[in-house]
């Protein structure tokens, strides 16, 4: 239970982490949009780097000292990260933001390990490869659970939020006269579209008649197809479900922390060994009473 909670909190994290990079910070901070994937996954790396480091190490400490505290401190850091998460503002520091991810990167190693091997222990043999089995189903269905939990709140939020935002943007900037056009960009594609890389408002001014943009000056023109004003606008359309979904990811990763202490002490499942004597030894054994009785 406690690993199938841990899989169902983290298995959406990379995605919304993404999301957050390529459709709102990589732009603020002047990246070009058919760029910002490849920075995405550069500024991924502290999370990745937190497990190789965690990984192997949190195996060696259970080995010596027993899973029960070594998993359940793993998914209390991860229950941090996640409210740190949800704490960083819009235009975030890099470095707060790696932080929070290389913490993720250790409580996930701290609690993956371990708890595998706690599993494996405590069944013979013979049942461990059904043990294993079923760690990866678990673990695969809580992380496919947990992706449209995560985007389901996102975009529930989004769809609510987005024409509002959008209105209020397009005022602030004086092409209030665009509203009806750009306000109906569905919320999902103006989501996705971040995510693979491009700036939706290029393509909706070339399908905008002529006549209706001579009248935009050329500088409102040029704020909109920039790096900063659509971002900013999705963002404060996303941002509100995105700390939502990182609160519910820290409530799922204390609970799996409880479970995680309720495993006990260390168990390793022992093999009985029955020894079977040969027919020979048994009647040399049988002869010897005999005549010891005798």
Request: glycine share 8%; aromatic share 10%; proline share 6%.
């Amino acid at each position: 239970m406690a690993g199938l909670l841990g899989s169902l909190g983290r298995g959406g994290l990379m995605f919304m982490l993404i999301l957050l990079l390529q459709g709102i910070w990589l732009p603020l901070h002047g990246y070009s949009y058919d760029s910002t994937p490849f920075w995405a996954g550069i500024y991924m790396l502290p999370l990745t780097a937190g497990i190789v480091i965690m990984g192997p190490l949190s195996g060696v400490l259970s080995d010596t000292y027993g899973p029960r505290w070594i998993s359940t401190s793993g998914m209390i850091v991860v229950t941090i990260s996640f409210l740190l998460f949800a704490a960083l503002p819009i235009n975030f520091n890099f470095w707060e933001f790696a932080f929070a991810e290389f913490l993720m990167g250790i409580g996930s190693g701290m609690f993956s390990t371990p708890n595998t091997a706690s599993i494996m222990n405590s069944v013979p043999s013979e049942d461990r490869g059904v043990a294993s089995g079923m760690i990866s189903t678990l673990r695969n269905t809580a992380g496919t659970a947990s992706m449209a939990i995560f985007f389901t709140i996102v975009i529930i939020g989004i769809t609510q939020r987005f024409p509002d935002a959008m209105l209020s943007s397009l005022t602030s900037i004086g092409a209030i006269n665009l509203a009806p056009i750009l306000s109906n960009i569905p919320p999902t594609a103006a989501l996705f579209s971040a995510f693979l890389g491009y700036n939706p408002v290029n393509a909706i001014l070339t399908t905008i008649p002529p006549s209706i943009i001579a009248h935009i000056p050329s500088s409102t023109l040029t704020t909109l197809t920039g790096t900063i004003w659509f971002p900013s606008t999705l963002a404060n359309a996303f941002l509100p479900s995105l700390q939502i979904s990182f609160i519910i990811g820290a409530i799922i990763s204390i609970i799996g922390a409880l479970l995680s202490a309720l495993r006990g002490e260390r168990y390793i499942h022992e093999e009985k060994v029955i020894e079977v004597n040969s027919e020979s030894e048994i009647e040399s054994q049988e002869l010897e009473i005999v005549e010891k009785s005798s």
